[in-house]
């Protein structure tokens, strides 16, 4: 199963940063894109951003690029989200979750699409708030 951010949830300063990881603690992520969602009360799961299973490629929702950053650790079978400057907004679990055999970095319609990954995480609670 994939597990993204602490489990227990992370409560986060506006204007502050959290580093996330997710991993598998069943199979390797090698070979894997992985991509990374939120889904805020009432609205729907958005997609982030994607890394490739390859090349190391990215891609990214336009509200988040330069803010976010997603990469990987293969040696470690990891991939991190790094969050900057996270306001209230940004509050919701946060999923990532993965899929094998599409380039998913092609294009962000692809990239943020959860129709295209096969593998979940169960999700955690991020919130921002003073």
């Known amino acids: 199963q994939l597990q993204a951010v602490d489990p227990g949830g992370d409560l986060v300063q506006p204007g502050g940063l959290l580093r996330s990881p997710c991993a598998s603690s069943?199979?390797?992520?090698?070979?894997?894109?992985v991509g990374w969602f939120r889904q805020a009360p009432g609205l729907e799961r958005e997609g982030l951003a994607c890394?490739?299973?390859?090349?190391?490629?990215?891609n990214y929702k336009d509200s988040v690029k330069g803010r976010f950053s997603i990469s990987r650790d293969n040696a470690k079978s990891m991939v991190y989200m790094q969050m900057n400057k996270l306001n209230p907004e940004n509050t919701a679990v946060y999923y990532c979750?993965?899929?094998?055999?599409?380039?998913?970095?092609?294009?962000?319609?692809?990239?943020?699409?959860?129709?295209?990954?096969?593998?979940w995480g169960q999700g955690a609670q991020v919130t921002v708030s003073s």
């Open positions: 069943a199979w390797s992520l090698d070979g894997y894109a």
């Open positions: 979750a993965a899929v094998s055999g599409i380039r998913v970095t092609t294009n962000q319609a692809i990239c943020t699409k959860p129709k295209y990954y096969i593998r």
């Open positions: 890394i490739s299973s390859s090349d190391d490629s990215t």
